[in-house]
């Protein structure tokens, strides 16, 4: 089973954009599908976006165009960005990965990113 | 935007006794449907999909069942680690969406 390892600031500014990146070992992205998840504090999960080759990707309407996933299969990396930040967007957020159709079975442990001045 | 509720919303249970936890599709998904259980402070972890296959590594205590716009998810004898929220998600159609979660606390 594929290891999944967060990076990314855990404070951003309003206004600002949230990147956070997930680094894979123990198999290559490419055979994977991927998706970001965030969860506000003591509040429950909300996805994100979609990609398997960062070609076909889905966004979550709720977020419009601010939301950009895509993967580097060099770095064995997907990267998550999220632009124009505000307090609603303070959450912990979640990379995860399957290979059965999008029920999330591999997940990161989780960035807490707070979105303050 | 598909809608889902779970209920109840808390329930006090204690262990060794059989629970049962309820998912309401605002639409048909099918068999569309996973089960998660989360700690706190850990990351979900996947229990069932489409609707009744357990994941890998899962105990046979868990169980789901369901098709449609109801589902369920049955511990049949609650262990200590156990306690925890546990969320529904399907994925028939996009945005994938979650339940609110029920809680199981230790009565």
């Known amino acids: 089973q594929v290891q999944l390892q967060q990076s990314g600031p855990g404070l951003v500014k309003p206004s600002e954009t949230l990147s956070l990146i997930c680094t894979v070992s123990?198999?290559?992205?490419?055979?994977?599908?991927w998706s970001w998840i965030r969860q506000p504090p003591g509040k429950g999960l909300e996805w994100i976006g979609f990609?398997?080759?960062?070609?076909?990707?889905t966004y979550n309407p709720s977020l419009g165009s601010r939301v950009t996933i895509s993967m580097d299969t060099s770095k064995n990396q997907v990267s998550l960005n999220l632009s124009s930040v505000s307090a609603a967007d303070t959450a912990m957020y979640y990379c995860?990965?399957?290979?059965?159709?999008?029920?999330?079975?591999?997940w990161g442990q989780g960035t807490l990113v707070t979105v303050s001045a | 935007e598909i809608v889902m509720t779970q209920s109840p919303a808390t329930l006090s249970v204690s262990p060794g006794e059989r629970v049962t936890l309820s998912c309401r599709a605002s639409?048909?998904?099918?068999?569309?449907l996973a089960w998660y259980q989360q700690k706190p402070g850990q990351a979900p972890r996947l229990l069932i999909y489409?609707?009744?296959t357990r994941a890998t590594g899962i105990p046979a205590r868990f169980s789901g069942s369901g098709s449609g716009t109801e589902f369920t998810l049955t511990i049949s004898s609650l262990q200590s680690e156990d306690f925890a929220v546990y969320y529904c998600?399907?994925?028939?159609?996009?945005?994938?969406?979650f339940g609110g979660g029920t809680k199981v606390q230790i009565k």
């Open positions: 489409g609707a009744s």
């Open positions: 995860a990965t399957t290979n059965v159709w999008l029920s999330w079975s591999s």
């Open positions: 123990g198999g290559s992205i490419s055979g994977y599908y």
């Open positions: 990609t398997s080759n960062s070609v076909s990707t």
């Open positions: 639409q048909s998904i099918s068999s569309n």
């Open positions: 998600q399907q994925f028939s159609t996009w945005p994938l969406t």
